[in-house]
């Protein structure tokens, strides 16, 4: 094994004669460089006051709030960060834009999740025209969000569109984009149902409490089914399996 070995050199003799400016400002040029940044993360408790995120109308409650003044007038960008137990412990005021559009940094909404150790983010934005349908673009920047996330095991739970009137739910609706189920084969996807329909009738009220509340009406069915499916394909596991993890995430 070569060892390391760092060379000697010699040190450099400055005259008083020689102007340094440049080479300080060469210096100065060097460090700002290699100074890595740190992302400054500030929590604001009388906002969140413990604040668990159980269905896509509780994140709208909360979103809302946080734009208030800005609703009608321009986009916003907002994404909340929550823990294994579905409980916020921060907020990002992401990104304000124009009345109809606004910026997205899938970088810096993903290290910020890193940062503040976060399980699974709701990410939302407003539209100030009130139409709820989402757009091409929408979509496109939930998928990119839903892949990176998921390098660091954190899930993107919903992307909701804010207005004043009402919302929309990519989790409620069963967005391909969320759900990651738009280039699945489609015999792969009837089966994959299929087995996640038998798994669910299993659950009782008293082996699964919460997933049998959820899945006795329509949105709620389909909302668990999304969810199931989607760690099926992330971490390679069968429906019987997943049911009693979700069922440990939302008591803990």
């Not at 969140?48 to 800005?70: C, P, T």
């Not at 091409?136 to 739970?157: E, N, P, Y």
């Not at 329509?218 to 596991?237: C, D, Q, S």
Request: aromatic share 8%; no cysteine; hydrophobic share 40%.
């Amino acid at each position: 094994m070569k060892p390391y070995k760092i060379p000697q050199q010699n040190g450099i003799i400055i005259m008083d004669s020689v102007d340094m400016s440049d080479l300080e400002i060469n210096l100065s040029e060097i460090e700002r460089d290699f100074n890595v940044r740190e992302i400054d993360i500030t929590f604001k408790e009388e906002r969140l006051q413990f604040n668990q995120i159980k269905s896509s109308r509780d994140a709208y409650d909360f979103v809302k709030e946080v734009i208030f003044e800005g609703l009608e007038v321009q986009e916003h960008f907002v994404v909340l960060y929550m823990n294994q137990g579905n409980r916020i412990i921060g907020y990002y005021k992401h990104s304000k834009g124009t009345i109809n559009s606004t910026q997205v940094d899938i970088q810096l909404v993903t290290a910020v999740a890193i940062k503040t150790l976060a399980k699974g983010m709701v990410i939302s934005h407003n539209h100030p025209s009130g139409n709820l349908n989402p757009s091409d673009a929408d979509k496109r920047m939930t998928k990119k969000l839903k892949d990176a996330a998921a390098m660091f095991d954190i899930s993107i739970l919903d992307h909701i569109i804010v207005t004043t009137d009402g919302y929309y739910s990519f989790a409620d609706k069963g967005e391909a984009s969320l759900s990651g189920l738009e280039n699945e084969d489609n015999d792969l996807v009837i089966k994959m149902r299929q087995r996640v329909l038998q798994a669910l009738k299993a659950v009782t009220k008293a082996n699964s409490p919460y997933v049998f509340k959820q899945i006795h009406s329509r949105e709620g069915f389909l909302k668990m089914e999304e969810r199931i499916l989607e760690k099926v394909i992330r971490e390679n596991r069968i429906p019987e399996a997943i049911i009693p993890q979700i069922e440990m995430e939302w008591q803990a």
